[in-house]
């Protein structure tokens, strides 16, 4: 079994920063893969990032492209989303996921734990 936590959730203004921490424990050897997802109130949970734990390999969906920035821990066994220039349309539950697979990174139904995610809110 995994377990994470998500931390760092907050209220933002327009333009603003925030650092999203996902701290892993239990049987972390297992996990290959770790990804961010969000859902909004009324919408669907989307991919945000993803990150392969060995070699470090990126993965951004378009919208967050050159603003957001995954990045990994190993001896912290911790994952980070860096999020800049966010925008009303970035508030949401965010949440930190891990798999054993390698493959479809950003398919939500191939993940095998989840946190129980943090809110960010971007507003004025």
């Known amino acids: 079994q995994v377990q994470l936590v998500e931390s760092g959730g907050n209220l933002v203004q327009p333009g603003g920063s925030l650092r999203l921490s996902c701290a892993a424990s239990?049987?972390?050897?297992?996990?290959?893969?770790m990804a961010w997802f969000r859902q909004a109130p009324g919408k669907e949970r989307e991919f945000v990032s993803a990150?392969?734990?060995?070699?470090?390999?990126?993965y951004y969906a378009d919208s967050v492209k050159g603003r957001f920035t995954i990045s990994r821990d190993n001896a912290k066994n911790t994952v980070y989303l860096q999020m800049n220039s966010l925008q009303p349309e970035g508030t949401a539950i965010y949440y930190c996921?891990?798999?054993?697979?390698?493959?479809?990174?950003?398919?939500?139904?191939?993940?095998?734990?989840w946190g129980r995610g943090t809110q960010v809110t971007v507003s004025s």
């Open positions: 996921a891990a798999k054993r697979g390698m493959v479809l990174l950003s398919a939500s139904q191939t993940y095998d734990y």
């Open positions: 990150i392969r734990w060995s070699g470090g390999t990126t």
């Open positions: 239990g049987s972390i050897f297992s996990i290959n893969g």
